[in-house]
């Protein structure tokens, strides 16, 4: 983005007021936001995951090593039918992988902004 700024408004319904915030700032809330989740998503693996190694759970569950890598690290967030994967992979179910995710999150966690 160059020097020029572009705004948008925002309304908040509970303080009534008009609050300018410039799309840069916008984007890097969600940034945060989003590695939240892949830092939560790649904690919860790790429990679960115990000695299991990243190739065997590759080669079984036809998952990528790379992809599981990164998941492990906390620099990829995983698509609804990876999390299904790995979940099957790890013997619990989807929601179950999901709920221990958002146990880790802040209270009131939430990717859109009200």
Do not use: C, H, V, W
Not at 8 to 28: L, Q, V
Not at 29 to 42: D, F, S
Request: net charge positive.
């Amino acid at each position: 983005m160059n020097e020029i700024e572009i705004y948008y408004y925002y309304y908040f319904k509970k303080a009534r007021k008009i609050k300018i915030m410039t799309i840069r700032e916008k984007i890097n809330k969600n940034y945060k936001n989003k590695i939240l989740i892949q830092k939560a998503t790649a904690e919860i693996f790790k429990k679960l995951k115990k000695n299991k190694s990243n190739y065997l759970l590759s080669a079984e569950y036809e998952i990528s090593t790379s992809l599981l890598s990164n998941i492990e690290r906390g620099l990829k967030d995983p698509q609804l039918t990876t999390i299904f994967k790995i979940s099957e992979a790890l013997g619990i179910k989807p929601s179950e992988f999901i709920r221990k995710i958002e146990e880790i999150l802040p209270e009131n966690f939430s990717l859109i902004d009200e």
